[in-house]
């Protein structure tokens, strides 16, 4: 089973700034690898697809990128409303494939 | 829109039952996957389960096989969990999503607490 380890767990970014989270595979997933925002009490969110492919709604200020093992989602001018719990998802193996990995909370600094 | 609407869910004793349904609309139900999705409270997202579109292929994580059974009904446009041999460790918010490639649809979640 493929392994996903985002980090850091917790990242405290100011408003305005750029937000850099991290996603490792344990299995290379080609480019098999999608983002998703969760606000508390809501359901996650599909942000991001194909590693670096933005799903339809969602502001250009969020970037995706990397391949097979290491992928990264960038916020840039991080606004009050990107303040949430990011997780990144691989897609590659099925089944079970479809594996989140454990989340990265995105708080005010 | 495209729009899952989830119903069921509560309170039930360990090795109950229950049934979680999730009504699609704004597209065309029997064209896509489905999958329920759960996290349990301050937790992670964790796949349960999934189904092809004619259900002909159905997957479950480890830990609910035989326990959990997932169903669609095409003329009603809806997905079906059914929930039995619950254990306290199923407590969690349970999600619908289409399933693609990527969970791109989730419904608004139905929390589904075992306990005695």
């Known amino acids: 089973e493929i392994v996903l380890t985002q980090s850091p767990v917790t990242l405290s970014v100011s408003p305005g700034e750029t937000a850099t989270l991290s996603c490792r595979a344990s299995?290379?997933?080609?480019?098999?690898l999608a983002w998703y925002q969760q606000k508390p009490g809501q359901a996650p969110r599909l942000l991001m697809y194909?590693?670096?492919t933005r799903a339809p709604g969602i502001p250009g200020r969020f970037s995706g990128s990397g391949s097979g093992t290491e992928f990264t989602l960038t916020i840039s001018s991080l606004q009050s409303e990107d303040f949430a719990v990011y997780y990144c998802?691989?897609?590659?193996?099925?089944?079970?494939?479809?594996?989140f990995g454990q989340g990265t909370k995105v708080e005010v600094k | 829109q495209a729009q899952l609407v989830q119903s069921g869910g509560g309170l039930v004793k360990p090795g109950g039952s229950l049934r979680l349904t999730c009504a699609a609309s704004?597209?065309?139900?029997?064209?896509?996957?489905m999958s329920w999705i759960r996290q349990a409270p301050g937790k992670g997202l964790e796949w349960v389960s999934y189904?092809?579109?004619?259900?002909?292929?159905?997957y479950y994580r480890d830990s609910v096989n035989g326990r959990f059974t997932i169903s669609r009904d095409i003329a009603k446009n809806s997905l079906y969990l059914q929930m039995n041999s619950l254990r306290v460790e199923d407590t969690a918010v349970y999600y619908c999503?289409?399933?693609?490639?990527?969970?791109?649809?989730w419904g608004q979640g139905t929390l589904v607490t075992v306990s005695s």
């Open positions: 998802q691989q897609y590659n193996n099925w089944p079970p494939g479809r594996t």
């Open positions: 194909a590693a670096s």
């Open positions: 299995q290379n997933i080609r480019d098999y």
């Open positions: 999503a289409r399933a693609g490639g990527t969970f791109d649809i």
């Open positions: 189904i092809s579109r004619n259900a002909g292929t159905i």
């Open positions: 704004g597209f065309s139900f029997s064209e896509y996957y």
